[in-house]
Every structure is written in structure tokens, then in C-alpha cells.
């Protein structure tokens, strides 16, 4: 049941990513492995750019996990393509100049960072700035979809394969034929070579597996966690990271469904030890798959996918 690809998230400023991969064992445990990483690009300093060089020479698949600046958005969304392909444009030139290579560009697709922490914040203030947003965004969104669309093809003519890193209420919205939710949040669907689902149990505990075990059936790729690590969320969204007891269950469940497994994050996996346990995991070991709560998971689904289909008639 090992997974065919195992790749981790890496999401760091400059100085706090070159220690980690000076953090001895790293690096060999990757290889161990035979492991990627997905690569956060924050900046293009030069510091980042050896940590690729040192990742190329070590024979380790690197991601480029393209991300904008906050006032940006961070993430990419419908209100950000202008900026989406400013930022691919800056990270092809910088690839050129610094020789680096990757195995694929990975697209973020979230809302914007700065609504989702007023929402996590205070969500009933938040209120009358989702349904302005969800009345503007109609026309907006189809734009977006297009400029999304044509860099996507840009990416794939440059030789690279392009990942697309989405929430799993994607899914449901893709079934029941609406665009409400990325209406009210601004995302998007996104085509991709490879879509990786955003699995982190950690958020919605107690029933992460449960939610994992539902929307894991049919995916080509997933990601598990999280372990520690990215940018700060307040209120509804903070979590405490998985343990290893969580983070072993959650990968024996998805491997299940998929060989093809991303985890967030590495600076996560590291700071609690995780990296080298890995290394003799038993993917194999027994786990109970969360059969009565993933049935109720999927009821609420259902009806989800029928609110969403009524919306759809609606608002088109």
C-alpha cells in the first residue's frame, strides 16, 4: 500500500528554509524516501533559489508552489489573475537566470488571504462584503476562469506539469453543476494535469476522518495534515497540528484511495520528528476506516450538492 509519490508541502521565508535543509537527516531522508517538495515561492531571493540548486543536485522533485504577496491575495483567486500571471512571468525569468529545474508549477486555489482572516476574525461582520462580493463576482468569475485557463496552457507550453491545490467542496460544486461557493469565496476551478485535494483533518476535528474517508473515493491526489507550519489563521481556523498517532491514520486511510499523497507540511514533519519515522513507516498496519461518521459526512453532502443544484438554476 506504499504510496507511488509522496510529496511534502514546504511553505518558509528565506532563512528559516535554508536551516531547515540544513537540519541534518533532511535531505537524506527525502531520498529515502524518494520524495518531493513542493516549494513555496514567497520571494525569488537567492537563498531559495540555492535551496532548488542543492534540491536538483540531490536528485529531489521540486514544485514550484507559486504564491503572490499578501496585499495580493497570497493565494490564487478570481479577483488575481492579472497578478497570477505577472508573478509566473517574474518566476520564469528567475528560473533562467538562477539554471533551476522543476518537476511542475503548483496553482493555490483559495480565497483571499486578507477576507478569509476578516471572516475567521468576526464572520457575522463579514457578512455583507461575501453577498456584495457573490453579487459582482458572476460576470467576474467567467473572466477569471478564462485568464486561468490561458495560463494554464502557458505553464503547460513552457514544458511544465501544473498542479491545482483545491478544496474538496470543489467536488460537490463540480456534481451539482453551480458556482455558488466560488461565487461567495472567490475561487475557481482550475483544469490541471494533477488536482490535489486539501484533506487537513486538523481543521475539523473531530470529524477531519470522516470528511477525509468521503471525499477521498475518486480523487487522483490528496494531502494530508497539517503537521505545523504555514501562515496564521485567528479564531475558527487556528488548530493545534496533527500528532503522529493522527498523521499515521490519516495516511494509512488516504492510501486506500490514492498512491499519489502530499503532506503540509515539511517544516511541520520535521519540528515533531515525523520525517525520519517515515522512513519505516508501516503503511500497511491495521486502521478502522470512520465507516458511521464518513455516512453522515456523506448525507450532508447530499443535501449540499441539492442546495447547490437549486442555485445553480438561479444564478447562472
Known amino acids: 500500500m506504499k504510496p507511488n509519490f509522496l510529496t511534502f508541502f514546504c511553505e518558509l521565508h528565506p532563512q528559516p528554509l535554508v536551516e531547515l535543509f540544513d537540519t541534518r537527516g533532511v535531505v537524506e531522508d527525502l531520498q529515502a524516501l524518494r520524495a518531493g517538495v513542493s516549494l ?4 525569488f531571493s537567492p537563498e531559495r533559489a540555492e535551496v532548488v540548486r542543492r534540491l536538483n543536485r540531490e536528485n529531489i522533485p521540486v514544485t514550484a508552489w507559486l504564491l503572490l504577496p499578501v496585499d495580493q491575495g497570497y493565494w490564487f483567486h478570481a479577483g488575481n489573475v492579472l497578478q497570477a500571471r505577472a508573478r509566473y512571468e517574474a518566476f520564469r525569468t528567475w528560473t533562467a537566470e538562477q539554471e533551476l529545474q522543476w518537476a511542475g508549477v503548483g496553482l493555490d486555489i483559495e480565497p483571499d488571504i486578507q477576507e478569509l482572516r476578516a471572516w475567521a476574525e468576526s464572520p457575522l461582520r463579514s ?25 494554464v496552457e502557458r505553464i503547460r507550453t513552457d514544458g511544465y506539469r501544473v498542479d491545482a491545490y483545491q478544496f474538496p467542496l470543489i ?14 469565496a472567490g475561487v475557481l476551478d ?9 484533506l487537513y483533518t486538523s481543521f475539523v476535528r473531530p470529524r ?21 507550519g504555514g501562515v496564521e489563521l485567528p479564531g475558527v481556523l487556528a488548530s493545534p497540528p496533527l500528532d503522529w498517532t493522527e498523521l499515521s491514520r490519516d495516511l494509512r486511510l488516504a492510501v486506500r ?19 525520519s519515522r517515515l522512513r519505516v513507516f508501516d503503511w500497511d498496519a491495521p486502521v478502522e ?23 445553480g438554476q438561479v444564478f447562472r
Open 40 to 43: 513555496g515561492l514567497l520571494d
Open 127 to 151: 457578512l455583507p462584503g461575501m453577498l456584495a462580493r457573490f453579487i459582482l463576482r458572476g460576470g467576474r468569475t467567467r473572466e477569471a476562469r478564462a485568464g486561468y485557463h490561458a495560463l
Open 171 to 184: 467536488v460537490d460544486e463540480r456534481q451539482a453543476r453551480s458556482s455558488l461557493l466560488r461565487r461567495v
Open 190 to 198: 482550475v483544469p490541471a494535469d494533477r488536482e490535489v485535494l486539501m
Open 208 to 228: 477531519g476522518p470522516a470528511l477525509l474517508w468521503s471525499y477521498a473515493p475518486g480523487t487522483g491526489a490528496l494531502g494530508v495534515g497539517s503537521t505545523g
Open 257 to 275: 484511495w490514492t498512491h499519489d499523497l502530499h503532506v503540509f507540511s515539511l517544516e511541520g514533519c520535521v519540528k515533531q520528528g515525523f520525517l
Open 289 to 311: 476506516p470512520p465507516w458511521v461518521e464518513s455516512r453522515r459526512v456523506d448525507a450532508v453532502r447530499r443535501a449540499l450538492r441539492g442546495i447547490l443544484r437549486v442555485s
